[in-house]
């Protein structure tokens, strides 16, 4: 059975979201430099539109298509796991401007 295109975007989105926000945060431990605090913080805000949305058509597609919930299931629980990982990643780097000034 073919899955949703949600799904493929959902975990698309879900796996980017990760990549970019560890490449933003890498970035900024090896520069200091104050242009990627900003980065980070409209990727941070454009993320979580992003994700909110997909989640919502996500949840959508739980309740009322109630086709291959285990698959949207595995989808949500990865755009729900990269809200932890945002929180720990910007806390690196709020510790680490600290630890610096």
Same mark, same amino acid.
């Given at each position: 059975m073919e899955s949703y295109p949600i799904i493929k975007l959902g975990r698309i989105t879900s796996f980017a979201s990760f990549i970019i926000e560890t490449i933003i945060l890498f970035a900024y431990i090896l520069s200091y430099d104050w242009m990627w605090e900003v980065v980070g913080?409209?990727?941070?805000?454009?993320? *979580?539109? =992003?994700?909110?949305? =997909? @989640? !919502? !058509?996500? @949840?959508f597609h739980l309740i009322f298509v109630k086709l291959q919930r285990i &698959? *949207? @299931?595995?989808? *949500? !629980?990865m755009v729900l796991l990269n809200i932890p *990982?945002?929180?720990?990643?910007? &806390?690196?780097a709020s510790r680490i401007e600290n630890f610096w000034y």
């Open positions: 913080f409209f990727f941070f805000v454009a993320a *979580i539109l =992003i994700n909110i949305s =997909i @989640l !919502v !058509v996500l @949840l &698959e *949207i @299931l595995k989808t *949500i !629980v *990982i945002a929180v720990i990643y910007l &806390e690196i």
